[in-house]
């Protein structure tokens, strides 16, 4: 049974930073790609940002410029790098993990972005 184990989440105000990370626990296994999803009340969950065996990445527009995600291939580690952080980043985040033939989401860590 493979496991998204996340950590990073929390409570900032705005304009500050957080960092999350994720990693998988339980087995080792081929990962093309790697990425974070939010889902904040009443909304649909988004992709927030995603990054490929290769390095390549893409991001939603909202958070472009402000959230920067990298990986450590030897780890199968990614982290998203959130900074400037706005109130309307308030979601739960979902890691995100593509192998060659299956899809894994994490559990979900809160991150809430308040004064």
């Known amino acids: 049974q493979v496991q998204l184990v996340e950590s990073g989440g929390g409570l900032v105000q705005p304009g500050g930073s957080l960092r999350l990370s994720c990693a998988p626990a339980?087995?080792?296994?081929?990962?093309?790609?790697m990425g974070w999803y939010r889902q904040a009340p009443g909304k649909q969950r988004e992709l927030v940002a995603k990054i490929t065996r290769f390095g390549s990445t893409n991001y939603a527009d909202s958070v472009m410029g402000r959230f920067t995600i990298s990986r450590d291939n030897g780890k199968n580690t990614v982290y998203l790098q959130m900074d400037s952080l706005k109130p309307d980043d308030t979601a739960v985040y979902y890691c995100n993990v593509l192998t060659l033939t299956n899809e894994y989401w994490g559990q979900g860590t809160q991150v809430t972005v308040s004064s």
């Open positions: 339980g087995t080792s296994f081929s990962i093309r790609a």
